[in-house]
T-cell receptor, first 114, second 115 residues
């Protein structure tokens, strides 16, 4: 079946550091890929997405490129802030009759120190 | 003007009890979902409804029964609660669309604790 593997956390960085969180996937067909972010005590929020190979999703300084040849969708940010501290989830979607089944990675907890 | 709202936010109850969690979305979406997040933050889909029709039904004990009275509501009823049911349950919704690229909008979760 489809699966997503994320970089093990937790990850701790200093403010303004460069961030990479690795994500690879296994899927049949051509899934859409997502990064969701979960702040403490809240639900998940969409951070960015890409729906086909070589698409780059970007939002709030975060970027990820859909790489079909390496089955990867790594999340990057050039200069992180304390407010970026959260849990980040990589996910792929299977489209089924009007619904989409999101398969999530295990999540990566990110802590940014001032 | 909350987009996806769940009630209650916290639910503490005894083993063996029956409880319900309610979810409502005001985004006009056709599809709603229930997810379970365990203590290690792992998220797994449980159910999905599209226009009141069950589309996704993962391997979930039949003590869990979703009910969708209309496309804006998807409730989750749990019978005979067990210790292993302790988790955070998230409701989500999305536009049906095609191709699977529609983002899902999540509620803030219901933290269920079984004593």
């Amino acid at each position: 079946g489809n699966s997503v593997t994320q970089m093990e956390g937790p990850v701790t960085l200093s403010e303004e550091a460069f961030l990479t969180i690795n994500c690879t996937y296994t899927a049949t067909g051509y899934p859409s890929l997502f990064w969701y972010v979960q702040y403490p005590g809240e639900g998940l929020q969409l951070l960015l997405k890409a729906t086909k190979a070589d698409d780059k999703g970007s939002n709030k300084g975060f970027e990820a490129t859909y790489r079909k040849e390496t089955t990867s969708f790594h999340l990057e940010k050039g200069s992180v802030q304390v407010s970026d501290s959260a849990v980040y989830f990589c996910a792929l979607s299977d489209h089924l009759q009007g619904a989409q089944k999101l398969v999530f990675g295990q999540g990566t907890r990110l802590t940014i120190n001032p | 003007d909350t987009a996806v709202s769940q009630t209650p936010k916290y639910l503490v109850t005894q083993m063996g009890n029956d409880k319900s969690i309610k979810c409502e979305q005001n985004l006009g979406h056709d599809t709603m979902y229930w997810y379970k997040q365990d203590s290690k933050k792992f998220l797994k889909i449980m159910f999905s409804y599209n226009n009141k029709e069950l589309i996704i039904n993962e391997t979930v004990p039949n003590r869990f029964s979703p009910k969708s009275p209309d496309k804006a509501h998807l409730n989750l009823h749990i019978n005979s609660l067990e210790l292993g049911d302790s988790a955070v349950y998230f409701c989500a919704s999305s536009q049906a669309g095609t191709g699977g690229g529609q983002p899902q909008h999540f509620g803030d979760g219901t933290r269920l604790s079984i004593l």
